[in-house]
């Protein structure tokens, strides 16, 4: 179970707003499918943190440049931009 | 063109000049142009990337040069592949207007051969969901029944397969978004092994879940595709391609003698058509001269919520990028910058995806990382031990890709019962082995029905096979696309 | 006062030096326009992903090594999760709870050993810059590898704290896997503080304060601190866990506003990367590569060739110098006169820090060689030694170019006797007062045997001649 209070602070983390007026329902939302994980709290599990799923090991690159892509490109979809930067404005 | 082609013969008409490749493109463009309206299975229509690759191939058969596999063979890709230059939004309202500045590797491979793109297809936003209804876009339909979805979530995909509106097309499946929708609209579906195909480029819901596969109409289709994307791709750190010949050149050899196991677990709780559709299927590989194998995977009754955890969980980390800052939506008003991420995520993201991160968020939190995370980390190791020892018995598995058939719109407003769609084919994504689905039927309502056949690792060839010849033997369950409006 | 303990752990961030970022082919270049050294990967564009670069483990596995870790047999890549502008992923790639190297050590001069208990890889994030109120952001150091070297809190004076930033960059840089440019930011500290009453087992509470890139401001912030904290106990009040702000201009540690609930990094393996095996051979690979430990070096030179202790000092601080040089003198016996070569005149061309480092000359090790190997064999004086050495600078060709056959024969003894003569005849002031008992006229008389074979007489042998020519 998620308390309103939980909820919200999760929403903090995951950088999400949750309107007062939709906080109950979805609080409600939530711990039907927190419930719904909470099945595999009966089920015994005995063994050791299962690894990455395709085994592989010592996936590596080598140190050689190549060439950056031009400012334009990278600033490409950014909505505010300048002095070649990407732009937080303060306030709207 | 209004009958169904397999990829070889829509070539085979190009080489034999029975119609240009622009001429084919224009057909397909056609097509959509009237039909996309009702069923809204492309988001964007890519005419002018169509026509110039057409070009190019009219230019080779002119010049008398051979054809790559599927050069000019129109075709869809889901909405969320990199597309370079082509805007890719997977379906969410956080990255409208967003253009990559780079091509998805199995894009590039394609786009090499002269593969004619169409456009990019419907799809549940960020690929969660059955239903293809979370789409920004609103949800694709169904050609066999407009009334129902097509499945989620590479809805858009499966329905212009279906409706003859592409050759084929690239969808991804994480929890069974290929197959489920492949099954629903009665066509193929492939998920290969997690790592044959390179993800680079495909944007992320749950890493280590995510495979990128074709949708086609038949299983020969559905090998040329995954031969030609399959590479090895050096920027893909989990990706080492496929193993071993290519698929399309091991259809025909007989099936005979193989062994197909029937897990009883998958059998229970289908709806009677489907059920019945699956029985049937199970007596022609018998047939076709192969043994059934009765197995257990008890393991199965917690595959779905150890999916959910970790799947969310890695979800809510790749989404935690979105925030308006480099590309995407950017909310109007706001007074700091927290403000400003907060509301821009709460205004893009659709409710099931913000579910979903919240989920996520929480099973990684500290407190209840053990409980969840670790936990289901460790449940998905026993998963897969289960299908390692299950194979030590059978070569490939047979079952129902979902245990109904397409779903009537806005089904339920309930999560938990929309994931529970997902049964069948989940187990399949946390193993990472291959599954497919075929169309085997229809049920009481004439909607189709799919069986799902799942490999080993890097066994595609081998469910492949066992496809192409239940195909062969089982005329009437073959693909036929559904014809929509009537010519203008 | 003298009743408390201060106690000190420290986590530093060392930049490494290769070529391009730890998970993309950019260049780690410093400077340049802002995000013209950015890819799809490193600006975290939907759909990318990373690849590990192979130099990165490597630096970091050496690292471990000089520092007397355990490097593990396996470990992994982790997602560390939190949301800010710099961060175009919104996490960072980093190692959480299986690090590559653990349990080494650096011992002071005090005698204090510093238990490093760890040490990691991970990527640096972008650079903000606020201005005008508005936040600009540019992710060239976006991505840019950095091991994190994390102590125990072993630290009890503010000396040992100085001591070990210093030693740690030379270090690192000594090795070659970082400039250690810790005004660039290319080395940075978070520092933590604690107090606690002498003979107390427990740990008192700590404050930290991050991102310092100053050994000065580091060392000035934790006696602030440690006094700070030392009021609040005398008081009977508690230190507030926390992280504090070191304020340059009023010399002294401050809160900081706005109070953050402790972050939840939600940490977990990151599933685009795969596990890292390091085999007990690639370990011994990287322990050949690594050059001698440095004290071993210093002692070397000090002891066996000779070498002042600062001298050798200046040698060291430069990997390219004392490379230079070990080659250069490799079968010189004069290896002293060699190195003055290159800490005076070389030195000399080179005058900023980063000529040092750069080490561009153009007189190879070869020929330097060779020009001393000259001075060994008696073939010419260390005059002549110096004013080739500058032609050699002048103009890159090998000393050979320079010096005759005349220069190179030396003084024949039947020469050297004639010039003696030579020198009583034409200077008999400077003769009678040697005989007359001044001593040191006899310099001047040397002197003139000198000027007269252009410096090519060894200036002993000419005044043991003058002597017995005298003596007769």
Not at chain 1, 52 to 60: D, M, Q, R, T
Not at chain 2, 227 to 255: F, H, M, V, W
Not at chain 3, 305 to 311: G, L, R, W
Request: proline letters at 4%; aromatic letters at 8%.
């Amino acid at each position: 179970m998620v308390s309103h209070e939980e909820l919200l602070s999760l929403a903090k983390l995951a950088k999400l707003s949750i309107p007062p007026e939709k906080l109950q329902n979805l609080a409600e939302e939530m711990n039907s499918i927190i419930d719904f994980a909470d099945t595999i709290n009966s089920i015994p599990a005995d063994q050791n943190d299962f690894d990455n799923i395709n085994g592989l090991s010592n996936v590596f690159r080598e140190d050689t440049i190549q060439e950056s892509l031009p400012q334009e490109e990278i600033l490409k979809n950014a909505q505010d931009q300048d002095d070649g930067c990407f732009l937080v404005k303060k306030r709207s | 063109m209004d009958s169904y082609s397999t990829i070889r013969k829509i070539q085979e008409g190009l080489l034999h000049r029975e119609y240009s490749c622009e001429e084919l493109t224009k057909s397909y463009l056609d097509a959509i142009e009237r039909d996309n309206q009702i069923l809204n299975s492309y988001v964007t229509v890519t005419p002018q990337e169509a026509f110039s690759a057409a070009k190019r191939v009219d230019q080779k058969i002119a010049a008398g040069k051979p054809l790559s596999p599927l050069e000019g063979v129109p075709m869809t890709l889901k909405d969320n592949l990199s597309t370079n230059k082509i805007p890719t939004t997977c379906c969410s309202k956080i990255l409208s207007g967003y253009t990559p500045i780079y091509d998805a590797a199995v894009w590039e491979t394609l786009k090499a051969q002269n593969a004619i793109l169409l456009g990019k297809t419907n799809m549940d936003e960020f690929a969660m969901g059955s239903t293809c209804e979370t789409s920004c876009y609103g949800g694709a339909k169904n050609p066999h029944n407009l009334k129902r979805v097509p499945g989620g979530s590479s809805g858009g995909g499966a329905s212009a397969v279906c409706a003859n509106l592409a050759a084929y097309a690239l969808g991804s499946d994480t929890g069974g978004s290929i197959r489920q929708p492949a099954s629903f609209c009665g066509v193929v579906g492939l998920k290969p092994t997690y790592g044959a195909v390179s993800r680079y480029g495909l944007i992320a819901f749950a890493s280590s879940f995510d495979q990128i596969g074709p949708i086609a109409g038949c299983a020969e289709d559905a090998a040329l595709v995954f031969d030609a994307i399959s590479s090895y791709d050096e920027r893909d750190s989990t990706c080492s391609g496929r193993k071993g010949a290519p698929c399309a050149e091991s259809l025909n050899q007989s099936i005979k003698g193989m062994k197909i196991g029937i897990p009883k677990e998958y059998y229970e709780g289908l709806r009677p058509g489907v059920q019945k559709a699956l029985e049937d299927a199970q007596k022609t590989y018998q047939e076709l001269g192969c043994k059934l194998i009765p197995l257990a995977l008890p393991e199965l009754q917690y595959a779905l919520p150890v999916y959910y955890i970790l799947a969310c969980a890695e979800a809510s980390s790749n989404l935690g990028r979105y925030d308006g800052i480099r590309y995407g939506y950017k909310t109007e008003r706001y007074n700091d910058l927290n403000e400003m991420i907060c509301k821009t995520r709460s205004e893009g993201f659709g409710a099931e995806v913000q579910r979903r991160i919240l989920l996520g968020t929480y099973v990684l939190s500290s407190g209840y990382y053990d409980a969840y995370y670790k936990k289901a980390q460790i449940l998905r190791g026993k998963i897969v031990d289960a299908f390692q020892s299950a194979f030590q018995k059978c070569d490939i598995i047979l079952a129902p890709t979902v245990p109904v058939t397409a779903l009537p719109q806005h089904y339920s407003s309930n999560a938990v019962d929309n994931y529970r769609t997902d049964i069948c084919t989940v187990p399949v994504n946390i193993a990472g082995l291959p599954g497919i689905s075929v169309p085997c039927g229809k049920d009481e309502d004439n909607m189709p029905v799919g069986m799902q056949l799942i490999g080993k690792k890097f066994g595609e060839a081998t469910i492949l096979r066992a496809a192409h010849q239940y195909e062969k033997a089982a005329r009437d369950t073959v693909f036929c696309p559904v014809k929509m409006g009537v010519e203008k | 006062m003298s009743q408390y303990e201060l106690v000190v752990g420290l986590e530093t961030h060392v930049e490494l030096a290769t070529k391009t970022k730890i998970f993309c082919s950019c260049t780690t270049q410093f400077g340049g326009e802002p995000n013209t050294h950015c890819c799809p990967i490193c600006i975290g564009l939907p759909g990318t992903l990373p690849k590990l670069n192979q130099k990165v483990v490597e630096y970091a596995i050496m690292a471990g090594l000089s520092t007397h870790c355990e490097i593990a047999e396996e470990s992994k890549m982790d997602r560390k999760n939190y949301v800010y502008p710099d961060l175009p992923k919104a996490y960072q790639i980093s190692q959480y709870d299986q690090p590559l190297c653990k349990n080494g050590y650096l011992d002071l001069s005090d005698g204090r050993r510093i238990r490093i208990l760890r040490i990691h890889i991970e990527e640096d994030a972008g650079k903000l810059v606020h201005s005008r109120g508005n936040t600009y952001v540019d992710y060239n150091r976006g991505g840019v590898p950095l091991i994190e070297i994390v102590t125990e809190p072993d630290f009890r004076t503010v000396d040992e704290v100085r001591e070990y930033v210093e030693k740690i960059q030379s270090i690192m840089r000594y090795i070659g896997i970082s400039d250690c440019k810790m005004q660039e930011g290319s080395v940075r500290c978070d520092v933590n503080i604690s107090t606690r009453e002498k003979g107390a087992k427990n740990l008192g509470t700590r404050t930290e304060i991050k991102n310092m890139n100053s050994i000065n401001f580091i060392t000035k912030a934790v006696e602030y601190e440690f006094a700070r904290q030392i009021d609040l106990l005398e008081a009977g009040k508690e230190v507030t866990q926390e992280t504090r702000r070191y304020d340059e201009t009023n010399d002294c540690t401050e809160g900081m506003r706005g109070k953050e609930d402790a972050q939840d990094y939600r940490y977990f393996r990151d599933p685009d990367l795969v596990t890292i095996h390091v085999p007990k051979e690639k370990i011994a690979e990287l322990k050949a590569l690594l050059p001698e430990p440095e004290e071993d070096k210093f002692h070397r030179y000090t002891e066996e060739y000779q070498i002042s202790e600062a001298d050798a000092k200046n040698l060291l601080r430069y990997r390219r110098c004392w490379q230079y040089f070990d080659q250069a003198s490799e079968g010189i016996q004069n290896k002293k006169a060699l190195a003055s070569c290159i800490l005076g005149q070389i030195f000399r061309r080179l005058e900023s820090d980063s000529a040092k480092e750069a080490f561009e000359i153009n007189v190879t090790p070869k020929h330097l060689h060779e020009l001393i190997k000259l001075l060994d064999d008696g073939k010419i004086r260390m005059n002549l030694v110096k004013s080739t050495l500058e032609k050699m600078l002048d103009t890159g060709k090998p000393a050979a170019d320079f010096l005759s056959e005349k220069d190179l024969a030396g003084i024949s003894d039947e020469d050297l006797q004639r010039l003696c003569k030579e020198a009583i005849e034409k200077n008999p002031n400077a003769a009678k007062d040697y005989l007359g008992g001044k001593e040191k006229a006899i310099k001047a008389l040397v002197g003139f045997v000198m000027k007269s074979t252009h410096g090519r007489a060894d200036a002993q042998k000419a005044e043991t001649t003058l002597v017995n020519l005298f003596k007769n």
